[in-house]
């Protein structure tokens, strides 16, 4: 064996050894399927032990990295995959269908999810610009990139991500060291291949930047009317280039966005709070019940109705 085949191998075992070692730890710390708080506020452990059905849900900027098992996610007509060797980045609020589709009782999926501030990120790249600079991160970038991205996790980040596991063990600690565990976290992602992709949304002369600053209108006042000329007057862009920019990141228009943020809301008041179809509706700003009916039917594949019917009559887990 020469020396490069023996470097590749204790890398390997290193990798296999670290995998294991945040498969242990997410394990002992859910019980049960669902997701699981922790004593870092930005920090949430998932458990699953089966394939799930398709689930739509609004995602804010998250990253996602799993441990075990698979899980996919699709947004309009793309399909992204993550599982131990990739990680996932929402780097703005997006309506999207998740599913996991890897999983058994004895090998559950398990997964953590850190929340993403875009402040946090702001103010590290501040420190973190000599280093971005000669990755050649430097400069503003002037085209918009989607705001949904899976990458190969590397040996750097996962070393980061059980420096923030481990501290879990010791509660007195987290005060003080789990930020600078997730300032490194977050270090990492932007220093990897696609880390410009995260920065360019907090870059104030950024196009990513006024698009989402535009998706955090729209997900705060997404029950009134929309006006294109206001919001791009907001944003201080031109109406043409808030439609192409706002579609390079969302994968859709800033009307189809806010009436995909409608959709959701009703069916989460329809699920969650037993809310009618009808009501649901107008609570959302449909007047037509009709029009509400067929819009949520082309979304989420089932009329509001059947939906709400099929999801009250399936078992309890």
Known sequence: MNANTSAESIAQRGSCAAQAELVDRIARLTHGDGVHPTGVGALHLIRMSGPTECSPSVY???????????????????????????????????????????????KPYLCLRIDIDPADIARLLVDAGQALAERGYGGSHHSADLGLYAARVNKTLMDAVLRLMRLLDTPQDLPVLAPLALREIFY??????????????????????????????????????????????????????????????TTMSPLQFQKQLRLHEARRLMMVNGVEAVVAAHRVGYESPSQ??????????????AEVVQARSAPQS
């Open 188 to 249: 990492r992602v932007l220093m990897g291949d696609l880390g410009h992709r995260l920065r360019a949304l907090t870059v104030s002369d950024s196009r990513s930047n006024r698009i989402a600053k535009a998706v955090a209108v729209l997900r705060q006042c997404y029950l009134q009317p929309l006006s294109i000329e206001a919001l791009a007057e907001q944003v201080h862009m031109s109406t043409s280039s808030l439609h192409h920019q706002f579609k390079a990141v």
């Open 60 to 106: 804010e900027p998250r990253l996602c990295i799993v441990a075990q098992g698979r899980k996919v996610v699709t947004l309009s007509d793309r399909t992204y995959h993550y599982d131990p060797l990739n990680y996932l980045v929402v780097s703005v609020t997006l309506p999207m269908i998740g599913q996991v589709v890897e999983a058994t009782p004895d």
């Open 292 to 305: 509400f009916s067929r819009e949520y039917k082309r979304l989420f594949g089932a009329p509001p109705r």
